[in-house]
């Protein structure tokens, strides 16, 4: 951890770049002003690396929450990678900006809902994949080599844009030693310890159609799985749901899957999608509502045959 803020009330430290602008220390957390402070460490961190905070309380009007990785100088402009988090719309999504390429999105919107005591995380290794972590449980993974300044050091930090009532605490960031991940269709990993567990990604949404719903899904890294159920209730209540369809699977389990399901009898209010896998373990997603996105990693014990 760089700062638990215990300092006095009052600006930051000097190991802080413009630690007077915008934030300030308050009953030992950080807090922020009206506008857009920007604030990132003095310190570079190494071509891999990792940044954390605490959210001690999300403001649910702020524009932005982010989190910032090799940013290339003490503002914005001069260069970072911006794990960014819309709390209205529980929305994450990862940007990245260099003087000679402007603003680019890497990958799709991600859903996230921070509450009060969450951690929000990332991590960008040497190849370029970056991930992103709500209380140490990766929700996207994308890879942003494309980025300039991939291959380059650089600082961490926070970005609020208009969030007075944001609180965070426990700031930490540093070097990821040792750490070339890469993404790939077979998830190899170099040079890291494999994790007690392996996450199984899965993303569903669902589209409105002229006589119904259809729901759409798609796994990847996916663990032996038998068949999928999904749920419908007509008012929205998962009590009153009922068994709309099976999905049954057969043959190796692929690395990626996407299956898909129509209700011909009309939208329902929401949906859940029940997962059940070859050794009886089941797992849950949802509600998920007509024409929504739900994003959901599911985490299963290291099998070694």
Not at 15 to 26: H, I, K, L, Q, R
Not at 167 to 177: E, H, L
Not at 198 to 216: E, M, S
Not at 228 to 253: K, Y
């Amino acid at each position: 951890m760089l700062d638990a803020f215990a300092s006095p009330n009052g600006p930051l430290s000097a190991a802080w770049s413009n630690p007077g602008n915008g934030f300030y220390v308050s009953n030992q957390q950080l807090r922020v002003n009206t506008g857009e402070p920007y604030l990132v460490w003095n310190t570079p961190f190494g071509t891999a690396q990792e940044a954390f905070v605490t959210m001690n309380a999300v403001d649910a009007n702020a524009s932005e929450l982010d989190l910032v990785l090799k940013a290339q100088g003490p503002n914005w402009s001069d260069g970072a990678l911006m794990l960014y988090y819309y709390p209205a719309g529980h929305m994450a999504q990862i940007w990245t900006y260099s003087p000679g390429q402007s603003w680019q999105q890497h990958g799709p919107n991600y859903v996230l809902n921070l509450q009060a005591g969450d951690v929000f995380g990332g991590r960008i290794y040497t190849g370029g994949l970056v991930e992103m972590y709500r209380n140490g449980i990766v929700i996207a993974s994308i890879n942003v080599s494309s980025w300039l300044d991939t291959a380059k050091p650089g600082r961490a930090g926070v970005w609020v844009v208009n969030g007075p009532n944001t609180i965070m605490d426990n700031f930490g960031a540093g070097a990821v030693t040792n750490c070339n991940r890469t993404l790939n269709t077979t998830e190899i990993v170099m040079g890291e310890t494999m994790p007690s567990v392996v996450p199984v990604g899965i993303q569903t949404h669902t589209i409105a159609v002229a006589t119904g719903a259809r729901l759409t899904w798609s796994t990847h890294r996916t663990a032996p799985i038998t068949r999928f159920e999904v749920w419908r209730s007509q008012n929205g209540d998962q009590t009153s749901a009922v068994l709309a369809n099976t999905v049954e699977l057969t043959g190796a389990p692929a690395l990626h899957g996407t299956y898909s399901y129509e209700d011909a009898a009309g939208a329902a209010s929401a949906y859940w999608l029940q997962v059940v896998y070859a050794d009886g373990h089941q797992e849950e997603i949802g509600p998920i509502i007509p024409g929504s996105l739900l994003s959901q990693n599911l985490y299963l014990p290291l099998i070694f045959k």
